[in-house]
């Protein structure tokens, strides 16, 4: 499975919005309710934000939140904070036990 | 809790051998598929290879794939990963990760595997 593919890098101002696209194919993302999206802190591991597209794990904040449209999902994080800066990752299940991660984005907040 | 403590981690020359386990605990390890996935420095996640509960089948990315086993012990609540033909490439943050559905909400600490000569 090749790698889903994510923008390099967004960036946006305290406050403002910013979206994370992740486009895969009709075996994976587009086959499947089943994208999710990690937060990555530099030397930690993954931290899961959003699950089955649409879903937050307890005690994530509501300003994250996940759309998916054919073969595109999207994360969108409203009002950005400092503390939401970090690398993104999506991932989606790809069938047969096996899931197929993005290529990941860097979140910077100006 | 739910803890996965990943080891055997290490440098190793091309072409050698390492063995990493991931002792489990604080939930049900033989109903769920259990998974490696690693991170070269400065890159992004990868899935490795994945194995199903009972152990029936196994799956491996292409770049492993030959190379690399993945196996588990219920008894023990341990997943392993056997990794042979080792090359500079394979230099990653090795995690072991699962999930109850289809997302991964544990991850281990993950463990540094160096091939260099």
């Known amino acids: 499975q090749s790698a889903l593919t994510q923008p390099r890098s967004v960036s946006g101002s305290p406050g403002q919005s910013v979206t994370i696209s992740c486009t895969g194919t009709?075996?994976?993302?587009?086959?499947?309710?089943?994208v999710s999206w990690f937060q990555q802190d530099p030397g930690q591991a993954p931290k899961l934000m959003i699950y089955d597209v649409t879903e937050r794990p307890s005690g994530v904040p509501d300003r994250f939140s996940g759309s998916k449209s054919g073969n595109t999902a999207s994360l969108t994080i409203s009002g950005l904070q400092a503390e939401d800066e970090a690398d993104y990752y999506c991932c989606s299940y790809a069938g047969s036990f096996t899931f197929v991660f993005g290529t990941g984005t860097k979140v910077t907040v100006l | 809790q739910v803890q996965l403590v990943e080891s055997g981690g290490g440098v190793a020359q091309p072409g050698r051998s390492l063995r990493l386990s991931c002792a489990a605990s604080g939930f049900s390890f033989n109903s769920q598929s259990m998974h490696w996935v690693r991170q070269a420095p400065g890159k992004g996640l990868e899935c490795v290879a994945v194995?199903?509960?009972?152990?029936?089948?196994?799956h491996y990315a292409d770049s492993v794939r030959g190379r690399f086993t993945i196996s588990r012990d219920n008894s023990k609540n341990t997943v392993y990963l056997q990794m042979n033909s080792l090359r500079p490439e394979d230099t990653a943050v090795y995690y072991c990760?699962?999930?109850?559905?289809?997302?991964?909400?544990?991850w281990g600490q993950g463990t540094m595997v160096t091939v260099s000569s």
């Open positions: 009709s075996s994976n993302v587009g086959g499947y309710n089943y």
């Open positions: 194995i199903p509960h009972d152990g029936s089948i196994e």
């Open positions: 990760v699962t999930g109850k559905y289809y997302f991964f909400d544990m």
